[in-house]
């Protein structure tokens, strides 16, 4: 196959390409969100765990991930491949907790920094810690000898970054090994359990097998046909990668025939040409003597590894293999992770707009009521008449601010229970609130306490915005009031006295009821004109009305925005959908030069027409397969 030519743009597009799935967020409980937020971490995995660092470092060392389902004897064909104990076997299940990764001493380097795996803390293996300080530069940036800082996002000792232990645990390590008898090329690693009981090593594991130039899936003759190891199989043959699988623990009574249905299996699949070997059952396998299987059991495995290894075609070949068919796979992959994006985008636009309309409505009957002088209701309107008969102003003011307060707090309610419901009729609203502390908005549970608190918060926040309308609307009528003074201070007679008489209080009181009153308190602006002049009235109502429409809308804009808060935090970003795709259509496009340019050097002139027809039979026979598979 053709090798990739590692240039500066392609690795510049992947990186890009990474940054954009990284930012992505499938926050909402939509169909596929769980699968996308899976394929995401799958992604992120592959790129940062091996893609970019093999594309980056060709020539490192071939790392092959041991992995498999509970019992399947990983660490003890570890143990044998390397010929010393290096990963603890054993019956008590799950047995490997912290991944072994064994190499040649000469290529410690490509494994104590952060070229793969950055994300897990270095533990050094006993044979290192004797006289490593000073084996190879990075321990001086790693500290004291025996354990290295954590990568990826500042991550350090009990600091987990991407792929630390969930739940705020001990972050992820993988202890490294060297064997002189390894040879030099080759890195082994002993990943967790696939199925393992524990959330933490499942996740460990998958995420070391994205790490991996080849996959060595490990089944055994009681379990091969079970579902989570071919669940490994598909992906590898999705992703074309370079895969080897072992038989286990095989009886020597029906060796031929486990072997040649599981071979039957394989061929079913479509994976017929991956290269199987088989280990008989023996006493070691069982955990309780040495822990190593005769080198006879092994040595096809052995032989396979080094070959690869050490020839640099075979080892080139196999790390292409991998990492073309990663990226190959983007082109499926990531307009799948494009269109779960525009779900999310849609869903929280939807979600939005529900509350939004809600709000409108509420504006709308705010705008309405007033105009009808509803507010001049109740109290007010006893405050009202009273004030004809020498009643005081500011306890008409006081309630009418309590008045407009009422307005919009069964205004406000009104729609919280409106949007409420279309959320709770939205699957994608499962796990949001529309509730909002006081303090600062955040989503709670809907209990009865919680939407009590949330009534209470709310009127008192309104509550607090009325009040400060009313001091603009007191401040704003002395000052009209000052200027009428003047006015009339100049010209003197009756009316001149009469304007100095005037308390701005009393010309804020009739303001005000003039304003929320409607029709009820249509005498107030009569009165108003007789007191301040015509001109003046009109222009202090004027001035009053827009102050009472810019402080209704923004009491109601936000009590709006708290609802919007939960969604707000969920931080989908509107445009990840077409980031996605462009990234990937620049990925595309660097590396169809490269793919036309690398088939014209490895192929003579004459074979060129031939060699494109076998790659489209190849590629149709590919997505025919996929079609089948989809079906």
Not at 551 to 580: F, H, S
């Amino acid at each position: 196959m053709a090798t990739l030519d590692v240039r500066p743009r392609l690795l510049d597009a992947l990186s890009v390409l990474r940054d954009r799935v990284e930012a992505a967020r499938f926050p909402l409980p939509l169909r596929g969100a769980a699968r996308a937020r899976c394929n995401r971490a799958e992604l992120l995995a592959q790129l940062d765990d091996y893609v970019i660092p093999r594309l980056r470092s060709p020539q490192a060392p071939l790392l092959a991930v041991i992995g498999g389902s509970t019992g399947a004897g990983k660490s003890t064909l570890v143990n044998s491949l390397v010929g010393r104990r290096v990963s603890e076997a054993g019956v008590l299940r799950p047995t490997t907790r912290t991944p072994v990764l064994v190499c040649h001493p000469d290529d410690v380097h490509w494994f104590s920094g952060r070229r793969v795996l950055p994300q897990l803390t270095r533990v050094w293996g006993p044979e290192e810690d004797d006289g490593a300080e000073g084996t190879h530069p990075e321990h001086e940036e790693y500290g004291e000898r025996g354990e290295c800082g954590g990568y990826g996002g500042g991550s350090g000792p009990g600091k987990p970054g991407k792929g630390g232990a969930a739940g705020g645990g001990e972050p992820f390590a993988v202890r490294i090994e060297v064997e002189a008898a390894l040879p030099s090329g080759l890195a082994l690693l002993d990943a967790p359990d696939i199925d393992s009981l524990v959330a933490r090593n499942r996740e460990l594991a998958a995420e070391l097998i994205c790490a991996a130039d080849v996959w060595v899936l490990v089944t055994t003759a009681a379990r091969y046909a079970d579902a989570v190891p071919w669940h490994l199989l598909r992906a590898a043959k999705e992703y074309d990668v370079t895969l080897v699988t072992v038989l286990d623990r095989v009886p020597h009574q029906i060796a031929t025939d486990i072997s040649g249905r599981y071979a039957e299996l394989l061929q079913r699949a479509g994976l017929g040409h991956v290269p199987r070997f088989t280990i008989p059952e023996l006493p070691e396998s069982a955990g309780g003597g040495s822990g190593l299987l005769p080198a006879t059991a092994v040595a096809g495995l052995r032989e396979w590894l080094e070959r690869h290894a050490q020839d640099p075609a075979a080892r080139r070949a196999a790390a292409d293999r991998t990492a073309t068919g990663v990226i190959a796979s983007l082109r499926s992959r990531l307009p799948a992770l494009a269109g779960a994006a525009a779900a999310q985008h849609a869903a929280g636009l939807r979600l939005a707009g529900r509350v939004e309309e809600a709000y409108e409505r509420a504006a709308e009957r705010v705008r309405s009521e007033v105009a009808a002088g509803e507010v001049l209701a109740g109290d007010a309107r006893a405050y009202w008449r009273d004030h004809g008969t020498g009643g005081r102003s500011d306890e008409l003011l006081d309630a009418l601010t309590e008045g407009l307060t009422s307005l919009l707090t069964c205004a406000v309610e009104e729609a919280d229970e409106r949007a409420a419901e279309a959320w709770r009729r939205d699957p994608a609203a499962a796990d949001l609130s529309l509730t909002a502390s006081s303090g600062a908005s955040e989503a709670s549970t809907a209990s009865d306490a919680a939407e009590a608190a949330e009534a209470a918060g709310a009127a008192g926040r309104l509550g607090v915005l009325v009040r400060r309308w009313r001091r603009c609307l007191e401040e704003l009528a002395e000052e009209e009031t000052r200027e009428a003074r003047d006015a009339r201070d100049a010209r003197g007679g009756p009316a001149g006295e009469r304007v100095a008489q005037v308390e701005p209080e009393e010309a804020a009181a009739l303001l005000a009821a003039t304003l929320l009153g409607g029709r009820r308190a249509r005498t107030a602006g009569e009165n108003l004109a007789d007191l301040l002049g015509a001109q003046t009235a009109l222009r202090l109502r004027d001035r009053g009305g827009r102050l009472l429409v810019t402080y209704l809308a923004r009491a109601l804009d936000g009590e709006r925005e708290r609802r919007l808060a939960p969604l707000d935090r969920l931080t989908v970003p509107p445009d990840q959908q077409a980031e996605l795709i462009a990234a990937l259509s620049v990925l595309q496009r660097e590396r169809q030069p490269e793919q036309k340019r690398t088939a014209a050097d490895a192929v003579p002139a004459e074979a060129v027409a031939a060699g494109a027809a076998a790659a489209d039979a190849v590629v149709v026979e590919r997505e025919r397969e996929k079609a089948e598979v989809s079906g």
